[in-house]
C-alpha cells in the first residue's frame, strides 16, 4: 500500500495535540520541534540516499556508511553526558563497532547467508536497528553510571545499576513482542503481503540481534569507561574491599 501525501499528513494531527499539551501547560517545546523537523528531513534525505546505495555495488562505499552511522551512533550516544564526553566517545565508538559489528556480520553472512555479504538491501537496514539500539542502551548507561558515581556509589555497584538500567528497555521489548505490540519490521512485512510465519522468524533473528548486540556494547563501554570514572584511589578502595 502506498499512502498518499494527504493521508500521511494525517498523522500530524495528534503530534499537533501533543504539543498544544506542552504550551498548555508552558512546558519547552523547542527539543521537541527540533527533534520532529530533523526526523523528517533525515527520513527523506535518508530515503533518497537508499535509492542510491541500492543501486551501488560498491563495497567501500557501503562500508563508509556503516563506520559513519557507528560514528553518529557513539556522538548521538553521549549527546545528554555533560563530562568526560571526549574521552568517553573512543570507547562508544568502539563498543559499537565491535559488538554490534560482530553481530551484524553473524547474521549478514551466517544467518542470511547474503550474496553479496554488503548488500545495502540487507545490511544497511540492519546496521541501522542495531547500531540504533545500542546507542540507546549505551546512553542510559552512561548517564546512570555518572548519577550512581555523583551519588557516592564505588564503581562496580555503579557499573552494575547502570547497565541493568540500560537493558531494561530491550528486556521489556522482549516481553511485550506479540502481545502487546508486533514490532516494526514484521509489521512491515505483514503488510506488505509476507506470510506471517515467515515475519515471525524474521522478527525473531532481529530481537536476539538487537538484545545481544546492545547488551554487549553496553558491556564493553562500562568495562572501558572504568579508566575515565575510576582514579587511583577508587581502584585502591576497590582492593581494599575485595581483601575485607
Known amino acids: 500500500m502506498q499512502i498518499p501525501l494527504f493521508n500521511l499528513a494525517l498523522t500530524a494531527i495528534p503530534v499537533v495535540l501533543l504539543l498544544a499539551v506542552y504550551a498548555y501547560w508552558r512546558m519547552p517545546i523547542q527539543t521537541s520541534l527540533y527533534a520532529l523537523l530533523r526526523m523528517l528531513f533525515q527520513l527523506l534525505l535518508i530515503g533518497y540516499l537508499l ?5 551501488s555495488d560498491n563495497v567501500w562505499l557501503i562500508v563508509i556508511i556503516l563506520l559513519l552511522m557507528i560514528l553518529l551512533s557513539s556522538h548521538i550516544a553521549l549527546r545528554t553526558i555533560p563530562h568526560h564526553r ?27 547467508q547474503a550474496s553479496p555479504w554488503y548488500d545495502p538491501r540487507v545490511i544497511v537496514p540492519l546496521g541501522g536497528m542495531i547500531f540504533a539500539n545500542a546507542l540507546t542502551n549505551i546512553s542510559l548507561a552512561a548517564e546512570r553510571l555518572e548519577n550512581e558515581l555523583a551519588h557516592g556509589a564505588d564503581f562496580v555497584s555503579a557499573r552494575n545499576a ?3 538500567a540500560a537493558m531494561i528497555p530491550i528486556v521489556n521489548s522482549l516481553f511485550a513482542v506479540g502481545l502487546v505490540a508486533l514490532p516494526g519490521m514484521m509489521t512491515g512485512q505483514i503488510l506488505s503481503g509476507i506470510s506471517p510465519l515467515v515475519a515471525v522468524r524474521y522478527q525473531i533473528m532481529v530481537m536476539l540481534m538487537v538484545f545481544a548486540s546492545s547488551g554487549l556494547a553496553t558491556a564493553l563501554f562500562l568495562g572501558w569507561s572504568r579508566g575515565v570514572f575510576c582514579t587511583p584511589d577508587c581502584h585502591s578502595q576497590e582492593q581494599i574491599k575485595d581483601q575485607d
Open 162 to 164: 547502570a547497565f541493568n
Open 51 to 55: 535509492v542510491f546505495l541500492f543501486a
Open 86 to 112: 571526549a574521552a568517553l566517545f573512543r570507547y562508544a565508538f568502539l563498543s559499537i563497532g565491535l559488538a554490534g559489528g560482530s553481530v551484524l556480520a553473524l547474521v549478514v553472512v551466517g544467518v542470511l
